[in-house]
């Protein structure tokens, strides 16, 4: 359901304890005309359409009845941070395995960023920059530290152990992450039932 209609957990509500444990195993196949008239879509419709080729299959195999409603969830604000944004300064980063994580774009804007950190930080996160432009983003830091909170990573212990996904955003790109809330699209689960065997 995440894949299928692009959503983060806590922008699901309503599903039964078997959905959230069980696990199965999906065999679909398209038809030669499905599949040429994706060929002929952009990258961007062909992704959406397969969005909603994975809809039309949970609705079919699950019976699977859904609908948004919106919900006043935490989230992230993705700002500048004091100092000024450091966007756009050309930056180099050791390559050796280091155990470091790096995010890479080429001429994204700021809401592509958002959108990645949203499956880092176990929040929604949200441009509000207000930089519109678009640049070459290149963030380093260590998956171990990553914390539950953009304040937890000015301890001592975590400083002098590495560089936090928090920490990183202020150094590197002259961002930062604020603790909110917004009005966000959920989707309920009206209906949904397990599966029967083929």
Same mark, same amino acid.
């Given at each position: 359901?995440?894949? &299928?209609?692009? +959503?983060?957990?806590?922008?699901?509500?309503?599903?039964?304890?078997?959905?959230?444990?069980? *696990?199965?195993?999906?065999? &679909?196949? &398209?038809?030669?005309?499905?599949?040429?008239? +994706?060929?002929? !879509?952009?990258?961007?419709?062909?992704?959406?359409? *397969?969005?909603?080729?994975?809809?039309?299959?949970?609705?079919?195999?699950?019976? !699977? =009845?859904?609908?948004?409603?919106?919900k006043?969830?935490?989230?992230?604000?993705?700002?500048? &941070? =004091? #100092? #000024?944004?450091?966007? $756009? /300064?050309?930056?180099?980063?050791a390559?050796? @395995?280091? $155990?470091?994580?790096?995010?890479?774009?080429?001429?994204?804007?700021?809401?592509? %960023?958002? *959108?990645?950190l /949203? $499956?880092?930080?176990?929040?929604?996160?949200?441009?509000k920059?207000?930089?519109?432009?678009?640049?070459?983003?290149? %963030?380093?830091?260590?998956?171990?530290?990553? @914390?539950?909170?953009?304040?937890?990573?000015?301890?001592?212990?975590?400083?002098?152990? #590495? /560089?936090? %996904?928090?920490?990183?955003?202020?150094?590197?790109? #002259? !961002?930062?992450?604020?603790? $909110? =809330?917004?009005?966000?699209?959920?989707?309920?689960?009206?209906?949904?039932?397990?599966?029967? /065997?083929?």
């Amino acid at each position: 359901m995440k894949y &299928a209609y692009q +959503l983060q957990d806590e922008q699901i509500d309503g599903a039964p304890n078997w959905l959230k444990s069980e *696990r199965f195993d999906i065999q &679909a196949k &398209a038809d030669d005309t499905e599949l040429t008239a +994706l060929d002929r !879509l952009s990258p961007h419709d062909q992704s959406l359409a *397969r969005h909603q080729m994975m809809q039309s299959l949970l609705a079919s195999r699950f019976q !699977l =009845k859904v609908h948004e409603e919106p919900k006043v969830l935490p989230v992230y604000e993705l700002v500048v &941070a =004091k #100092g #000024g944004s450091k966007l $756009g /300064t050309a930056r180099t980063f050791a390559t050796e @395995a280091d $155990g470091a994580y790096y995010m890479n774009f080429d001429s994204q804007p700021v809401s592509s %960023l958002a *959108r990645a950190l /949203t $499956g880092r930080v176990g929040r929604i996160v949200e441009d509000k920059t207000g930089l519109t432009g678009r640049y070459d983003i290149k %963030l380093r830091y260590d998956e171990s530290l990553e @914390a539950d909170s953009p304040d937890a990573d000015n301890s001592s212990a975590s400083r002098t152990s #590495g /560089t936090s %996904l928090f920490t990183a955003l202020r150094e590197q790109l #002259g !961002l930062q992450l604020k603790s $909110g =809330k917004d009005s966000i699209d959920v989707l309920v689960i009206d209906h949904v039932e397990q599966p029967s /065997t083929n």
